[in-house]
């Protein structure tokens, strides 16, 4: 339902767009993104509502990263500008169940789940 792109290798300071397109039945008022590094627990990134209200971000990419969404296309984007090497990770688009329009940091909150794209920040 939820397929991820966009990912890839590049350096430091570098940017990434990734996208995340909704394609099933299911249509979901909160997406967001998490990230997992190796060896790590998967950590909330960023997220949206499409009830309104500000994005919500994780204190390590605000600034840095910009969650959006093509409504037309049920696909939510995640700008990366400014890559660091602990940016490294692969990135799991996620969807709260369709009723919900709360947004959640904790991966538990969270229903549905793309593949995952990896990124990897070279030094």
């Known amino acids: 339902q939820l397929v991820e792109s966009g990912g890839g290798l590049v350096q430091a300071g570098d940017s990434l767009r990734l996208s995340c397109d909704n394609s099933g039945d299911t249509f979901s008022r909160v997406m967001g993104w998490f990230r997992q590094a190796p060896g790590k627990q998967r950590e909330f990134v960023a997220a949206?509502?499409?009830?309104?209200?500000?994005?919500v971000y994780a204190d390590s990419v605000r600034g840095r990263f910009t969650i959006s969404r093509e409504n037309a296309k049920n696909t939510v984007y995640l700008q990366m500008d400014g890559l660091k090497p602990e940016d490294t990770a692969v990135y799991f688009c996620a969807a709260r169940p369709s009723a919900v329009t709360v947004i959640a940091r904790v991966p538990g909150s969270y229903r549905y789940w793309g593949q995952g794209t990896k990124v990897t920040v070279s030094s």
């Open positions: 949206l509502s499409w009830s309104g209200g500000s994005p």
